[in-house]
């Protein structure tokens, strides 16, 4: 019995702590009246480890075999991210840590601070937003931490953005993110535009969480050619998403079927999962950092010092090549005692810019000994037959227009040659055609049509302005010059245009 009683009085007597706890509810109203928190020592020798040792199987249970979060209502597309599953993780550890820290606890004497009255819920991550507004071609906005997107509203919430963030006057910043900043009374009034917030608005709880980062974009009014298509939105994506390597969701404001199907295969080169139509969103979509905008250096162009990873055309063109499947690389000189003959694609324009004497244009190349195809707007917009006729061949041809665009399905080393036709246009043709191949990789060379190879000369007479002074209609506006010059028709001097095929056969063979 004695032995008993020995072993009875090792057992902790707990009655005390019970009247401790029931006098819990006094001291709670002592200082919510009077904010003032007594001395108080915590011992959870008894009930108290037990109730919180009860509680660790359940925080376990948040986390499943793999690691893996469990989750409960909506399914989300994608598994939490690093940061979300390591938070979770951190509150399970912080759990284990009051229990074994609790009898060492110790409340201070005085004031409550106020940013541990809500301790219970953890202080969320920081988050830092980036814009540059600088650029004459588009407006970009960078975010990472914790970014909520809705779709349907056209907000991005930038949740506790920090103080070296870029924070906007009144919290929001609203713009368009489309590249042709610069059109801003047309093109750009038909881009919806995008707010972001920073103020302290409650942002909406996440019902999808993404654990890879998002590029959010304007698809822009349809202007139905590849010109646009690239210049507008494929190479400013590819320089912007590029990086992640796949790894990266769009989501598309303006969201056109018809152009995402149409380069179908950029685009699943770019991401590999599909594109998110952005104003039918509902869902409101959690990344860890969010991309508005696109990044530009210009039409048909991409500067490897802008670039964040160097890119570079050649680079872009590398892509293209295998996106598409292409099979060449790189032009192989033909031998002219082979019987081969190198392989040259006309682009015949049809309303506008035509070649009248396309026949004799062929007839002339061919004769020279060059192999030709002849390419009308059927087989041209079709990007994905034309992508592979195009680097079957070793020269383009074709009237300044967004035909010769497809000049980047060439091999390396090839050569386009634009017809100029006549009005003073070298400039704006060489700056669109001709000044951004040399970072492709390509050969340029031009023939500019004279008077009297346009059309022109049978609605003007030889003193009008449009060949007198054809500058002067350029200071009427791009509505005059786009009428006029750019809706002629150009007839070649077969044999000036036989001698400049002459030459380009001569530099893509040898003996």
């Known amino acids: 019995m004695k032995a008993r009683r020995n072993e009875s009085s090792k057992k902790p007597r707990c009655g005390g702590a019970v009247a401790a706890w029931l006098l819990v509810p006094l001291l709670v109203l002592v200082v919510l009246k009077t904010g003032y928190l007594p001395q108080l020592t915590r011992h959870l020798e008894c009930a108290g480890i037990g109730q919180q040792q009860q509680r660790l199987p359940e925080i376990a249970n948040l986390q499943a075999a793999d690691g893996t979060p469990k989750t409960t209502g909506s399914v989300a597309e994608a598994p939490l991210s690093a940061a979300s599953s390591d938070k979770i993780a951190g509150d399970g550890a912080d759990a284990i840590k009051d229990v074994k820290d609790g009898n060492n606890f110790l409340a201070t004497n005085g004031e409550i601070d106020g940013s541990l009255r809500s301790s219970d819920v953890a202080a969320p991550r920081s988050s830092k ?11 970009v906005c960078a975010m990472e931490g914790d970014v909520r997107v809705h779709g349907k509203s056209g907000t991005v919430y930038v949740v506790a953005a920090s103080k070296d963030s870029y924070l906007p006057e009144n919290g929001t910043v609203t713009f368009r993110p489309f590249t042709r900043k610069y059109e801003e009374s047309s093109t750009m009034q038909m881009v919806r535009e995008v707010t972001i917030r920073t103020d302290d608005t409650a942002p909406p709880s996440c019902t999808v969480t993404h654990d890879v980062p998002a590029v959010l974009f304007s698809t822009g009014p349809d202007r139905g050619n590849i010109f646009h298509g690239l210049a507008d939105l494929i190479i400013p994506l590819y320089i912007t998403a590029r990086e992640y390597d796949g790894r990266v969701q769009l989501l598309a404001t303006g969201y056109q079927r018809q152009w995402i199907s149409h380069y179908r295969h950029l685009i699943d080169a770019l991401s590999v999962y599909p594109v998110i139509d952005f104003d039918a969103d509902e869902a409101v979509r959690c990344f860890p950092s969010v991309h508005v905008g696109m990044e530009t250096h210009g039409e048909l162009r991409i ?13 872009f063109r590398d892509f293209l090549l295998s996106a598409y499947s292409l099979k060449r690389g790189w032009t192989t000189p033909v031998s002219r005692s082979s019987g081969q003959r190198p392989r040259l694609v006309m682009v015949l324009r049809r309303h506008s810019r035509e070649i009248t004497n ?30 592979e006729v195009v680097n079957s061949c070793d020269v383009l041809v074709g009237v300044h227009g967004a035909g010769l665009t497809n000049m980047v399905f060439l091999p390396h080393n090839g050569t386009e040659v634009q017809i100029i036709p006549w009005g003073e246009l070298k400039f704006i043709a060489f700056q669109e055609y001709g000044r951004p191949l040399a970072d492709m990789g390509l050969r340029y060379l031009e023939y500019e049509a004279t008077a009297e190879e346009t059309t022109l000369k049978d609605v003007y007479a030889k003193d009008h302005a449009v060949f007198a002074d054809p500058l002067s209609i350029h200071k009427q506006g791009f509505d005059k010059v786009w009428s006029i010059f750019l809706g002629q028709n150009v007839t070649l001097d077969i044999g000036r245009f036989k001698g400049v095929m002459q030459q380009i056969y001569q530099s893509v063979t040898f003996t």
């Open 303 to 315: 500067d490897p010092a802008l670039s964040r990873k160097g890119y570079t055309m050649m680079d």
């Open 358 to 387: 396309e026949a004799e244009a062929i007839s002339a190349a061919t004769e020279v000994g060059f192999e030709v195809v002849a390419a009308g707007p059927e087989l041209v917009g079709d990007t994905d037959r034309f992508a």
């Open 129 to 139: 937003l980036t814009c540059d507004f600088s650029s004459r071609h588009t407006d």
